[in-house]
């Protein structure tokens, strides 16, 4: 990882290895209605295509940013949006 500090390739590593996470730490049912994952200003933008799921997800989004930052072993986001 020392080598790709350097190269300041370490930060984009891990945001994608987070947002590729995404479908693990959720599990596959929730995997399943999600149509797009970005990452913006330590912002995870998650899409759902299920209102009612959305609506659970929020109240449960500060346990999934504390899963994703320590599945990736680093803090990359701070909040995650469900929309």
Known sequence: MRNLRIQGLETP??????????PV???EAIARYTTAVTLSNQTLFVRISMPALRSDLSMRRMDFVKQLNEHVGAQIISDIRFC
Do not use: E, F, P, T
Not at 16 to 21: H, P, Q
């Open 25 to 27: 730490i959720a599990g």
């Open 13 to 22: 590593l891990l945001q994608k290895r987070l947002v590729d996470s995404w």
